[in-house]
């Protein structure tokens, strides 16, 4: 039986999964709880807030390119910005082969499915749509080129194809995930899923999900990966400040505050 600990009506996506995969008792305070923030890291004012400012405004700027504004526009936005990657990150957007305007495609895409009584969420930063072929493109601004196996076992790879998928009147035959770093333009790195792959993120995202659902308050259990404390906003409640992370940690932390949706 469901312990029903989630508020009525929660929506999963990959962001607060994500938080559950890295912490049980992180995605408790947070989703469960609802408990603020107990104070700003020390770690996060320098770098951290800076990064999910800039690729916030990142993810802005291409959106406008794909409503149509003028690039000489965004140019100048980002010239404005007062992080000057975010001036080198538009150029590289704007000379990429993904700089086009299609019929077929959709920017800042949200969908939704229904697994088993829970909805899932997913956000595109572009979607293409093909007859038998789902292209996703997914914009980043990582100081460090992230690794394909880190990429491999983010929950949005696993999210993202399994709610494009299923969001199709047809199965389609294939999709495709494509991270692009503005920060390294010719360093893609694409994933490809048939619906053998799809079904199997079905299966462990729907598992995850019932998880969730069937945890007790004091089953969810902190990390034993200390890595993952290091950028964590609840910390404090766990007596783990200074705690050392890593690369891996902090990209995970600053794309779920990119990715975070509003409400």
Known sequence: MMTDLLPTGFIFHQSNLQAFENCHFSFYLRYVRKLPWPAPLAERKVTFEKDVAAGSMFHSLVHQFFLGLEPDLLVSCAREFPDERLSLWIDNFLHSQYAKIAPNQF?????????????LLAKFDLLRVEQDTLEIFDWKSSRVLPKRNQLERRIQTQVYPL??????????ALVR?????AGFPDQPITFAFDQKAIELHLNKIAGLITLIRLLDADEFLRTTNLKKCAFCEYQSYCARVGAEGDQESYA??????LSEPEG
């Open 252 to 257: 995970d932390w600053v794309d779920m505050g």
């Open 177 to 181: 995930m494509h991270y692009w770093e």
């Open 107 to 119: 920017a800042e895409h949200i969908s939704r499915i229904d697994l088993d009584g829970n909805l």
């Open 163 to 172: 709610v494009a998928a299923m969001t199709q009147a047809h199965n389609p």
